[in-house]
């Protein structure tokens, strides 16, 4: 079945370091790929998706690029703040459609002033 | 904006209790869902609903059953709470067919069985 793996944390920053966080993933067909962001306290949103080969999803400065041939979307950020302290999903949903989003474990970044 | 509410943030149940987990979404949204979150598991599905009266299982529905009467709502019931169900419980909704939509999802309920 579909699958996600991602890269444990947690994860400590400093400000203005460089995050990436590796996600790869198992599936069959040509799956869409998400990251969601959960900040304390607070439910999940979408940060940045992407829904064919090489696509490159981006918001909040944050960019990821869907990798067909190393089953890869890793999640990046060249400077990252204290605001940017969350824990971070990745996810796919095959291409069939039937509903359902398979999330990874989720990585807990901490971003120090 | 998309707004999903649950209508708990906290709750404490002891064991053996019916439990009712309440999700309100107010965009007309088709699709909605229940999922569990736990530690080094991230999210698994419970059930999920694409039309009013209309469910399906997701990965771990044992122990769990959904009711959905109108669109905006989708209710989580615990028939006997148990131990091993204390968790984040998160509630999403989407728009029209297939999970290329976007998700939107609810603050969560952290239900505690004692």
């Known amino acids: 079945g579909d699958s996600v793996t991602q890269m444990e944390g947690p994860v400590t920053l400093s400000e203005e370091a460089f995050l990436t966080i590796n996600c790869t993933y198992t599936a069959t067909g040509y799956p869409s790929l998400f990251w969601y962001v959960q900040y304390p306290g607070e439910g999940l949103q979408l940060l940045l998706k992407a829904t064919k080969a090489d696509d490159k999803g981006s918001n909040k400065g944050f960019e990821a690029t869907y990798r067909k041939e190393t089953t890869s979307f890793h999640l990046e950020k060249g400077s990252v703040q204290v605001s940017d302290s969350a824990v971070y999903f990745c996810a796919l949903s095959d291409e069939e459609g039937d509903y359902k989003l398979s999330f990874g474990a989720g990585t807990t970044v901490t971003v120090r002033a | 904006d998309v707004k999903v509410t649950q209508s708990s943030r906290y709750l404490v149940k002891r064991t053996g209790e019916k439990v009712f987990l309440e999700c309100v979404q107010d965009?007309?949204?088709?699709?909605m869902f229940w999922y569990r979150q736990d530690p080094g598991l991230g999210l698994r599905l419970i059930y999920f609903s694409y039309d009013v009266k209309m469910k399906e299982k997701g990965d771990i529905p044992e122990g769990y059953s959904v009711s959905r009467e109108k669109k905006e709502r989708f209710s989580l019931i615990l028939e006997s709470a148990s131990t091993n169900q204390t968790s984040m419980y998160l509630c999403?909704?989407?728009?029209?067919?297939?999970?290329?939509?976007?998700?939107?999802f609810g603050p969560g309920t952290r239900l505690t069985v004692l």
């Open positions: 965009m007309d949204h088709e699709n």
């Open positions: 999403a909704s989407s728009e029209g067919q297939g999970t290329r939509r976007t998700q939107y």
